[in-house]
């Protein structure tokens, strides 16, 4: 099932999500499934699960494009425990459509998490895996990339989507 991605404004993307508690049950991997299916409908490396609505500690990744079923990845109560080195680069967020800015991360990144079955995993990311696994994990706890631009560009991004949001396009 492909759920309808939610949009900058809804506070359920700016909230940190609940935690997982259950896994290994068939309603969770439906779920993990829907998820793939919808972030692969909307052309996206990533996605967290509050962009569907359900306030969740549960992200995906495949920074394949679902080219490569050895790079789909499951995060499940996920923390990023160390960030080494710098990367300068162009980032957006399917909740947030249309823009693009700027945005420094870490190059190479280490988060841990639990996986379907609720084991605990160790994924180490450089560059573009290292942008989801930050992107993806601020996502659970209610921070967008824009957190990470200056004010100026924030705020300017803000009014046009207010805009947007008046004339009925967002
Ligand atoms: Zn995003």
């Known amino acids: 099932m492909v759920y309808p991605i939610v949009k900058y404004g809804n506070p359920v ?3 940190e999500a609940e935690t997982v508690t259950e896994f290994d049950t ?3 991997h439906k779920f993990l499934d829907d998820m793939f299916e919808s972030m692969y409908a909307a052309k996206g490396v ?3 699960a509050p962009q569907i609505g359900i306030s969740r500690k549960i992200a995906v990744i495949d920074c394949s494009n679902g080219e490569n079923p050895e790079e789909k990845l499951v995060l499940i109560n996920p923390s990023i425990v160390k960030i080494e080195g710098k990367q300068e680069g162009e980032e957006g967020c399917l909740s947030i459509p249309g823009f693009r800015e700027q945005v420094r991360r ?3 990144v280490t988060a841990r998490a639990q996986n379907a079955k609720g084991e605990e995993i160790e994924i180490v990311g450089e560059d573009l895996l290292a942008r989801a696994l930050l992107h993806e994990t601020d996502h659970l706890y209610g921070r967008l990339y824009i957190t990470h ?3 100026l560009k924030r705020d300017l991004m803000k009014r046009k989507i207010k805009k947007l949001m008046k004339a009925g396009e967002w």
């Open 46 to 48: 990533g996605l967290a």
């Open 106 to 108: 870490g190059k190479r």
């Open 13 to 15: 993307l700016e909230r």
């Open 26 to 28: 068939p309603e969770l």
């Open 149 to 151: 631009i200056s004010a």
